[in-house]
Nanobody, 123 residues
Framework: QVRLVESGGAAVQTGGSLRLTCTRS????????MGWFRQPPGKEREFVAA????????YYADSGKVRFTISRDNEKNTVWLDMNSLEPDDTVVYYCKSLKYFGDSEPRHYDHWGQGTQVTVSS
């Protein structure tokens, strides 16, 4: 059974940094573009960042374009999201997903989300 497990979320202060980790079991991520999404309380899930299969291309939502970096290691079946200069608005649950194609940033195209990892940023 293929599973994506997110981890690394924590409580930090404004301006802090975190590294979120997404590890896949039951299969390889090698052939999948991968993405991070997040869901603010009471709002719909939204796109954060995506990375091409061989990491040759990345793109980001405006909210994280300067502050976030997505990376991957196909040998480890792992994708990371490095987040810097965290703000209270970043207080959300973060999810990772294997994308249907690299440019697909629409969370409604996907179901069966994992548990996610909670990030809490205090002012």
């Amino acid at each position: 059974q293929v599973r994506l497990v997110e981890s690394g979320g924590a409580a930090v202060q404004t301006g802090g940094s975190l590294r979120l980790t997404c590890t896949r079991s039951g299969g390889t991520i090698r052939y999948d573009p991968m993405g991070w999404f997040r869901q603010p309380p009471g709002k719909e899930r939204e796109f954060v960042a995506a990375i091409y299969e061989d990491a040759s291309n990345r793109y980001y939502a405006d909210s994280g374009k300067v502050r976030f970096t997505i990376s991957r290691d196909n040998e480890k079946n792992t994708v990371w999201l490095d987040m810097n200069s965290l703000e209270p608005d970043d207080t959300v649950v973060y999810y990772c997903k294997s994308l249907k194609y690299f440019g697909d940033s629409e969370p409604r195209h996907y179901d069966h989300w994992g548990q996610g990892t909670q990030v809490t940023v205090s002012s």
